[in-house]
Each structure stands twice: as structure tokens, then as C-alpha cells.
């Protein structure tokens, strides 16, 4: 990466990775799964082990994984956030094993809606 050394060079960095990030939504489903300390400890690791395996198992090829920090739904941890080809995340919260299998398999492969979803009541900033 080149060296970012005006307000323009910053302009042009975010226009370049937004147009990546948009065109990788595009194409495959972008699984991020919140890693803080309190998802860990609520058993964040084995839920993404577990979520990875059933991809596998269910033969889905276009899934990207991501860990993430704080999500801020500490009171529903281990949480997801699952966005499809061309819609909107969706965070799910509360998982456990047979929580992430089911989200591999109903959610991921079939678009069908399975387990606790978070609503998304506050709008993020992103940079």
C-alpha cells in the first residue's frame, strides 16, 4: 500500500476499498463473526470453527469468514453478522453449536431466516 500523506490520498484509499468491498458483496456471502473478549468467552471460536465446517459440509463455496472486534451486542454474544450477495447484514446472536450449523444450513445456503436476529436499531459509522 502506498503512503497516505494527504486528505486526497485518504479520499482516494476509502473510494478504492469501498469499490472492493462493494464488488467482494456482490459475489460472495461475508460471514463476520464478533471476537471480543466477551464473545470469546461465550464461545465465539468454537462458534466460527463450527460455522466453517458446516460451509464445508454443505458443499458452499462462496464464503468469505471475517473476525471482528466489539459489536456491541455483548447481551446476545456469541454473535454474527451475515450479509448475502447484495442484501443487508443480518446479525444473529446467541448461537451455539446447533445454532451455527442451523444458520449454515437454512440461513447461508437457502436465505431462509433461522435463530435469534439482533435488530439493528442505531445506524454505524463507517469510514
Do not use: W
Not at 13 to 36: C, D, G, M, P, T
Amino acid at each position: 500500500m502506498a503512503k497516505i500523506t494527504s486528505i486526497a490520498d485518504l479520499k482516494r484509499f476509502q473510494q478504492e476499498y469501498r469499490s472492493k468491498k462493494e464488488a467482494i458483496a456482490r459475489e460472495k456471502i461475508i460471514v463476520n463473526v464478533s471476537l471480543a473478549t466477551c464473545s470469546i468467552a461465550s464461545g465465539g471460536n468454537m462458534v466460527m470453527e463450527v460455522m466453517q465446517d458446516e460451509v464445508v459440509k454443505q458443499g458452499i463455496a462462496n464464503v468469505e469468514f471475517v473476525k471482528s472486534g466489539c459489536m456491541t451486542y455483548c447481551h446476545s454474544e456469541p454473535t454474527v453478522e451475515v450479509a448475502l450477495p447484495g442484501q443487508e447484514p443480518v446479525v444473529f446472536g446467541k448461537l451455539d453449536e446447533s445454532g451455527a450449523r442451523q444458520l449454515v444450513r437454512k440461513y447461508l445456503k437457502y436465505g431462509e431466516v433461522t435463530g435469534m436476529v439482533i435488530p439493528e436499531n442505531f445506524t454505524r459509522v463507517e469510514l
